[in-house]
């Protein structure tokens, strides 16, 4: 027999199969295993069960596509916006900036933000860098601390996004910009 509605009847055994579906090449058809059929319509009395009946279906059902469609379409939206946001310049130190500053543009903006309270683009590669505006925080920091984080990054310390920069700076540049970070603190603090 058949049944209206989403289904199609097959006219050899009388099995329902969803409309818009069909086996992947080269799969068994249910026809040609009726053992299965007989066992499974029982259990099963209008349920289509591709695991019972040899093998996986296609559906090209219109839900589907469209799921498929969104999908596909919000995949494309979300490397654009990656690759969009790879390819933005960082923000420019000002023209009169120190050198602490200026290793601070070159080196932490990317994450950290100008002001130190975070980038658009850290949000957008969902890296969470500390606030270093964030002056209660930042005063239970010592120096030492920072002084290490950036020299040799947070990996040893479970923060695995934080790079080192040990080889590109010297201590004592290092030492000038842990002083410039906590300046983006400190007027935070003040009252």
């Not at 059902?61 to 999908?71: V, W």
């Not at 683009?121 to 606030?131: E, K, Q, S």
């Not at 906590?182 to 003040?190: D, H, I, Q, Y």
């Amino acid at each position: 027999g058949g049944r209206d509605g989403p289904h199609r009847a097959h006219p050899q055994d009388g099995w329902f199969e969803p409309r818009g579906c069909r086996r992947a090449a080269g799969e068994e058809s249910h026809e040609a295993r009726p053992e299965l059929v007989a066992r499974a319509k029982p259990a099963l009395e209008g349920y289509y069960s591709d695991r019972l009946l040899g093998g996986p279906v296609l559906c090209s059902s219109a839900m589907g596509r469209r799921g498929l469609l969104i999908a596909a379409a919000l995949g494309v939206i979300a490397v654009n916006v990656i690759v969009f946001a790879s390819f933005l310049p960082d923000p420019a130190p000002p023209p009169n900036a120190s050198p602490a500053e200026r290793q601070y543009f070159l080196r932490c903006v990317s994450c950290h933000g100008a002001r130190g309270s975070g980038s658009w683009r850290a949000t957008v590669f969902l890296i969470r860098p500390g606030n270093l505006a964030d002056g209660g925080r930042m005063a239970k920091l010592p120096d030492q601390y920072l002084f290490d984080i950036i020299k040799h990054g947070g990996a040893t310390i479970g923060k695995p996004g934080m790079p080192g920069f040990g080889f590109h700076l010297s201590d004592g540049e290092i030492r000038e910009l842990v002083a410039y970070v906590r300046s983006l603190s400190a007027s935070r603090t003040s009252p």
